[in-house]
């Protein structure tokens, strides 16, 4: 596997990082058991980055369980991946992690992905979306990890 990291990026409150499975990181094109490649990016209301590029070496789809594991892993702090199709025992294992698989039509764009997520954070985030989002907001709050007793 190769993998690209970013650092220096900076989280903020109401970022969440999105995965793509992509070979060519322009269209979403792959199954996500045989995904070449994931791109993962940071998402905002205002703006979205590339932080991850993470390839792996070509695997058929031959329902060899290990080869998820990794990817699963990969996608680790993602809010959701998007693919063109996703088979059930990745969906067990991805919703294990709470990250939301995404199926869409092959040769959709990234960018379009990108934009329709910005617009639904802003007005309507769906419901695995919100989810993250409130998750996230409480993430670090002392307050509401532990119950005060006297």
């Not at 990291?5 to 322009?26: P, Q």
């Not at 290990?66 to 969906?91: Q, R, T, W």
Request: hydrophobic share 45%; net charge negative.
């Amino acid at each position: 596997m190769r993998h690209l990291r970013l650092v220096g990026t900076k989280e903020k409150d109401m970022t969440v990082k999105i995965a793509f499975a992509s070979s060519d990181r322009r269209a979403v094109n792959q199954h996500f058991g045989a995904a070449e490649a994931f791109a993962i990016y940071e998402v905002d209301e205002g703006a979205t980055r590339l932080i991850e590029v993470a390839e792996f070496i070509e695997t058929a789809m031959d329902g060899h369980e290990g080869k998820l594991a990794a990817k699963v892993e990969l996608l680790g702090d993602c809010a959701a991946v998007y693919c063109n199709a996703v088979g059930a025992s990745a969906i067990q294992q991805l919703l294990i992690k709470s990250i939301q698989p995404m199926r869409v039509d092959e040769g959709t764009l990234i960018d379009e992905l990108l934009l329709g997520l910005q617009k639904s954070m802003l007005n309507d985030p769906p419901v695995w979306l919100a989810k993250h989002l409130k998750k996230q907001s409480h993430a670090g709050s002392f307050a509401d990890d532990e119950e005060w007793q006297e």
